[in-house]
């Protein structure tokens, strides 16, 4: 230590650099390829490169969350979190949110009991990677907590606690957890409780920050593709100068014995579903922990699990539900079981207990088919940035530091042998740890309108001082941004276009190959079937969807054990969804499979058998999921939406949904008429076929002729599209059932699709108008200046064909500030209208567009999902820089034009549902 500080002195004397350039890195562990780094003032950094990625996933943990409240202070660390955004010492106010959305393509927090994560996604670009590092020191060291931001925080934090206790499970939990450890602890939600967050005072917020908020108490975990010495430079220079404090002992958990839990039965009324839950729950048993993780899949797997068997497919309930909570200080399981009213509910009960607890032994097929599937998924975790960085990030803070638990988890999970499984399960399912929870809908004499009391109320601002609107900030550097990213994404089109083969089969379909790798070593087919017309498949929507579903669930040759298993074996899977009048198959499996996997679904897809046993068993499924009540607010609202803009006649495949007609439909439906259906429509040349992986392009090519030479359509086939059409402005306030929260709708329709002139500047409109839940415009009239919202929506959707598109906001709202919500939603769009785009926020816009776009040509599967569309318009990849350029060129003038031309408020249509609106017709 002596030679150390007479190296320092000389430093200082003879080069006259500051003290901490000595303080490197030092690497302290290193394990798959991550390796962990700590700072002299205790700072861990964990780095899991990944040059594959075209993202860097950066977690910012501190190891504090509410346990660490103080008594009486519950939500504390959470109100802390959100006040976090709002300015440091160096960068003042709405700046510090402003560049984390410049320089991040997403950017969030989250607290729980244990921790406090900040969470960023950027572009692997260094500069953006710097600016982010060093906002985030500066939210560890110099966080200005300023007193006028408090009430609205508390404010928006009561709506998202609202939100939460608006859902039927998280209230069940929120009751188990409070018979468990009363209101300490796991007992007292992160989230806070609404009569501590109200007597938190500044003073307190200070205090924990200054006492949890410091580096040696943080780990800042990076994933993805990044220059290692160069983030390690950054961090060094941005942290290392905040100096280590003393940090308390973390708050204990006393150990949990749930035989002691004196509550056990749980009733929630609340929503339209009907459930049963059993929560399987204990202390902390290190032991055992890799058994219990298997028990979701061995249990609730499709066909293969024991309580899916034993409860779905014999009609007991529409379905099966598990997942586990293996923590630092407890165990759980959670099994469930979702059933509707012509159910049995003690029937549920009982065959829920005992279809767990008295289950027969596991075998070791079932075992191996769950340790094969669970590798898959680790598989898929290793390849993705965020998802890694998470999975570190989480065992970081439950395994105190070490995160290479995870690998050690996962190689516990391999040596599994069939006896220690069944005698884990056997031994931790049991009544000792049950406890029941009943979820019911709400009651009838919840569902009646009440009388609103404070409907006259204007808006009132929550903030009242008067805030002097912030100067313009210079745009050059978001016109630079701009600039390069066209540049960048000209040169990704044209190289990605020579690697792309596109082409015509004899008989008319289409295909893209683009042999690349993949970032995940997959190879993935599009198939895209047209079919039929609006006359010929005129009240067969029911039908086609049933088709769609039972598409791939066996064939005259293999069954849909057969079908999982081999999915399971190429470590991929197969989907078939419908849309309008078409199908859209999905199959991706590990490169070196994927040929044969690609062969074997061809062959279910040629033959599939249509079982009659499973044909009824989604029958009655869907029969039962659609025998419920539609009284949840976002249920009403879309419901009474759906019905005004209606132009279709029942039984068009444009037809909105509507409970009562599905299920008369899905009661008439056949298996028969399935079959007929297939053998009518399917094997359809007005086809695309895209195939994008690691592969030699004519062998693929031969194997897509071999397939696809024979198929032609029966019948003739027309795209169904929907014209624009102009509504007359509308505002209904209907009534829904007693909840937390309303839900708010709009809609505003104009005649400009995709290719029209002013596409482009519609969707720059869209993202200054509500892509950013913090600062866009709504998020400042909604959520942050009058906290009538916790979370919002908006959109311009922009047709394909035809020159019809539409403005969409949605918004959940405190119940009974609907008056409120609907001045607010139109306060900004009238500023818009009057005053249009700053010339900033059009500038910032531009370029976070382009930034994403130019992210998306990085990601080879996102290639993929648009090669079936641009061969459906006789497209290429190089029509994607009109685009760009379209973008780039936009001026203030261009948007605040296209506003004012589209955006008619005599043609806003709004819905809005809560308790105190009235009762609406179906038609």
């Known amino acids: 230590m002596l030679m150390r500080f007479k190296q320092l002195t000389i430093s200082l004397l003879f080069v006259g650099i500051s003290a901490t350039a000595w303080s490197q890195p030092v690497l302290v562990k290193s394990q798959q390829k991550i390796e962990e780094y700590k700072l002299d003032n205790g700072l861990r950094v964990v780095l899991a490169q990944n040059n594959k990625e075209n993202k860097v996933f950066m977690n910012t943990v501190y190891l504090t969350g509410s346990l660490n409240d103080p008594q009486g202070k519950g939500g504390l660390a959470h109100l802390l979190e959100h006040l976090a955004f709002k300015g440091t010492q160096n960068i003042k106010g709405e700046e510090f949110q402003r560049r984390l959305d410049q320089y991040t393509l997403m950017t969030n927090a989250s607290t729980d009991y244990y921790s406090t994560k900040y969470t960023n996604i950027i572009r692997p670009e260094q500069n953006a990677i710097n600016e982010v590092i060093d906002l985030e020191a500066e939210r560890m060291d110099k966080l200005v907590l300023q007193e006028k931001f408090v009430p609205s925080e508390i404010s928006i934090v009561k709506r998202e606690r609202e939100v939460r206790m608006d859902q039927p499970f998280s209230v069940m939990m929120d009751q188990m957890w409070k018979s468990a450890y009363g209101n300490r602890y796991l007992g007292r939600l992160p989230i806070g409780d609404l009569n501590e967050l109200q007597s938190i005072k500044m003073d307190e917020l200070n205090k924990f920050y200054r006492t949890w908020y410091a580096p040696n108490n943080a780990v800042m975990v990076i994933s993805g593709k990044f220059d290692k010495a160069e983030v390690l430079k950054q961090i060094d220079k941005s942290f290392s100068p905040i100096a280590a404090r003393q940090v308390p002992a973390q708050t204990k958990v006393p150990v949990l014995d749930s035989a002691k839990i004196q509550n056990r039965n749980f009733l929630v009324q609340k929503g339209s579903d009907l459930a049963k839950f059993n929560i399987y729950l204990n202390g902390k048993n290190e032991k055992i922990k890799s058994a219990l993780a298997l028990a979701p899949y061995l249990y609730t797997m499709q066909p293969s699990g024991h309580l899916y068997q034993s409860v779905v497919e014999t009609g007991v309930s529409t379905g099966v539900q598990s997942t586990t909570w293996l923590d630092q200080d407890f165990n759980l399981v959670f099994m469930g079981a979702v059933y509707a009213p012509n159910h049995d509910a003690k029937k549920v009960q009982s065959e829920l207990v005992s279809g767990v607890e008295k289950n027969k032994p596991f075998n070791e097929t079932e075992l191996n088919r769950v340790k094969n599937l669970i590798q898959n998924q680790a598989d898929n975790i290793q390849t993705n940035a965020a998802a890694l960085g998470g999975r570190l990030s989480d065992y970081y803070v439950s395994y105190q530091g070490n995160w290479s638990q995870y690998f050690t988890d996962l190689d516990n999970v391999k040596k599994l042998s069939l006896s220690e499984v069944n005698q884990t399960l056997t031994q931790f399912l049991v009544p000792q740890h049950r406890i029941s929870g009943d979820i019911k809908p709400t009651p009838e004499d919840q569902k009646k309108a009440l009388e609103q009391k404070q409907a006259s109320e204007q808006a009132k601002t929550l903030d009242q ?145 249509f079982e009659q046993s499973q044909f009824d068993l989604i029958k009655s499924q869907t029969l039962s999921a659609l025998d419920r009540p539609y009284t949840e607010p976002e249920t009403v609202a879309a419901l009474t939406m759906t019905r005004l803009l209606e132009t279709y006649q029942p039984g068009d495949l444009r037809y909105h949904f509507e409970p009562d007609l599905a299920k008369q439909q899905i009661k008439a439906a056949t298996v028969e008429q399935v079959k007929k259906l297939y053998q009518d429509f399917f094997v359809s040349n007005h086809a695309q076929i895209a195939i994008t992986g690691d592969y030699q392009p004519q062998p693929m090519l031969t194997l897509v002729q071999k397939e696809f030479a024979g198929w032609k359509a ?183 034009a296209v506003i004012k031309k589209y955006m008619k408020l005599d043609q806003l249509v709004e819905v809005m549902a809560d308790q105190y609106g009235k009762p609406q017709n179906k038609s």
Do not use: C
Request: no cysteine; aromatic share 8%; hydrophobic share 35%.
């Open 465 to 609: 001082t008067d805030l002097k609107e912030e100067p313009l900030k210079d745009s050059s550097v978001y016109k630079q941004e701009v600039t390069e990213y066209v540049k960048t994404s000209k040169q990704y089109l044209v190289d990605i276009e020579k690697k792309i083969q596109r082409g015509t089969l004899k008989n008319g379909i289409k295909y893209a190959l683009y042999p690349t790798s993949t970032r995940d070593d997959k190879t993935y087919a599009t198939i895209s079937v047209d079919f039929g017309t609006e006359k010929s498949l005129f009240n067969k929507g029911e039908v086609l969807d049933l088709m769609a579903y039972l598409l791939l669930r066996g064939s005259d040759q293999y069954s849909l054990q057969d079908i999982a298993d081999k999915s399971i074996e190429a470590g991929g899977g197969a989907t078939a969804t419908a849309s309008a009048n078409s199908i859209t198959i999905q199959i991706v499996a590990k490169k070196e499979k994927f040929d044969d996997y690609f062969k074997f679904m061809m062959q279910v897809l040629k033959k599939p058998k």
């Open 714 to 896: 029966q019948l003739p086939y027309q795209r169904l599209s929907s014209d624009y059409q102009a509504y007359p402005a509308q505002k209904i306030h209907a009534l829904s059932e007693q909840r937390e929260f309303g839900s708010y709708q709009s809609i505003l329709t104009f005649p400009a699709g995709a290719n029209h002139a002013d596409a482009t500047a519609l969707i720059v409109f869209s993202y200054i108008l509500g892509d950013s839940q913090l600062s866009s415009r709504l998020a400042q009239e909604l959520r942050e200046k009058n906290a009538l919202v916790y979370g919002f929506g908006s959109d311009v959707e922009l047709d394909d064909w035809v020159d019809s598109g539409a403005l969409t906001i949605e918004a959940n709202y405190t119940a009974g500030k609907s008056a409120q919500v609907s001045q607010g939603v139109r306060k900004v769009l009238n500023d818009l209208l009057t005053k249009g785009v700053t010339e900033q926020e059009l500038e910032a816009a531009k370029a976070n567009i382009l930034k994403k776009r130019v992210t998306t040509l990085e990601d080879e599967r996102n290639i993929h999902q648009m090669l079936t569309p641009q061969l459906e318009r006789n497209r290429d990849l190089l029509f994607r820089e009109k685009r760009d350029q379209a973008l780039a060129k936009l001026t203030k003038a261009d948007v605040d």
